[in-house]
């Protein structure tokens, strides 16, 4: 069986190495031809076109801008393909729900790249909420703060897709924060959320996001989401308040504590690992799910779900939204 990786920017090409790493056989498509030498400096042969490669492969790992994800799901699903789409699902709600019971009657894989579900931070801090020992969640607060320039410093943060106003924007593209509320806290609506452009960087698209969110409808809860990519000093981490504990998780130091309720540190978790790591893991999730029947993390459905939570926001903060 066959790996393909559609798009072989920075995601795509940290696919194909852990793809490749874990003996798949890869295979490899972008219409840039730089993209593509680099590519095969790596061994990988490269499709004639986006078309030859699903029909090659068993699945595919698509890293398009993800204007194009639709379009590319589609093909996938018609080339028999099993497939992993890079987040966001799509930009837009309109579709997904037709390839997503397209993909089930057929018995394919759609899984969507959620990675902090792969974080051992996040699951350490799942499993405390789901065991109740310190009781019923309360509120939940998740921050990432970072600086666009220095996430790919050999490219012009100004010419890539996260600064167009109709796809790109901290939103769309610090989505994981999102998915976490989600994975941690249960389905979320969001309720409400400012957004905008701080004036630090050269870009069209809103550039920070204060997001509140409602978690379940009998006893809601409701947490707090600050995005922006505009601070040289990074952060990304959350708290979890219980009736009798919190939990505080350090995403970059990979760190988790747990207080009790006189505020006395009960638990202090150095978890190793890597972000790396945790992408490994996911493909090796999802080979598992296409060649074992294993559950992803990450399913369309769930995806579907955080997407509309998305759409909810942007259209709440008056961002622009593309329907087709």
């Known amino acids: 069986m066959s790996i393909g990786i559609l798009g ?6 940290r696919h194909l190495k852990n793809a490749l790493s874990l003996g798949e056989n890869v295979v490899g498509f972008d219409p840039d031809e730089e993209r593509q030498a680099l590519a095969h400096s790596h061994d990988v042969d490269i499709a004639e076109n986006e078309q030859a490669l699903f029909e090659q492969v068993d699945a595919v790992v698509i890293c398009s801008p993800n204007k194009f994800h639709l379009q590319n799901i589609k093909t996938a699903i018609d080339c028999g393909c099993h497939i992993l789409v890079e987040k ?14 397209q993909a089930k009657k057929r ?12 974080n051992a931070v996040s699951r350490s801090a799942r499993e405390i909420i789901k065991n109740k020992k310190f009781g019923e ?10 600086y666009l320039p220095s996430w790919r410093p050999h490219q012009d943060y100004r010419v890539n897709y996260t600064t167009d106003p109709q796809y790109g924007g901290v939103i769309f593209d610090v989505i994981h924060e999102i998915d976490l509320a989600h994975y941690l806290l249960g389905a979320a609506s969001a309720q409400s959320c400012v957004a905008w452009q701080s004036g630090v960087l050269e870009t069209k698209a809103e550039d920070c996001a204060e997001i509140v969110l409602r978690h379940g409808d009998a006893r809601p809860v409701y947490s707090n989401i600050h995005l ?4 040289p000093n990074k952060k990304r981490g959350f708290e979890i308040q219980m009736k009798k504990g919190l939990i505080r998780g350090d995403l970059f130091a990979r760190s988790l504590e747990v207080f009790d309720e006189q505020d006395v540190l009960v638990r202090q978790d150095a978890l190793h690992g890597s972000f790396n790591k945790d992408y490994v893991d996911e493909m090796k999730a999802f080979i598992a799910a296409f060649k074992k029947g294993e559950p992803f993390p990450c399913c369309a459905d769930e995806a579907y779900s955080v997407l509309e939570t998305v759409v909810e926001a942007r259209s709440l903060a008056g961002l622009p939204l593309v329907h087709k």
């Open 88 to 101: 966001p699902f799509s930009h837009t709600l309109n579709g997904l729900e037709v390839v997503i019971s």
């Open 137 to 146: 969640v309360l509120w939940g607060r998740f921050i990432c703060s970072s």
């Open 8 to 13: 072989l920017g920075s995601i795509g090409m």
């Open 107 to 118: 018995k394919l894989v759609l899984a969507v790249a959620m990675n902090l579900r792969f």
């Open 228 to 231: 922006d990519y505009v601070s």
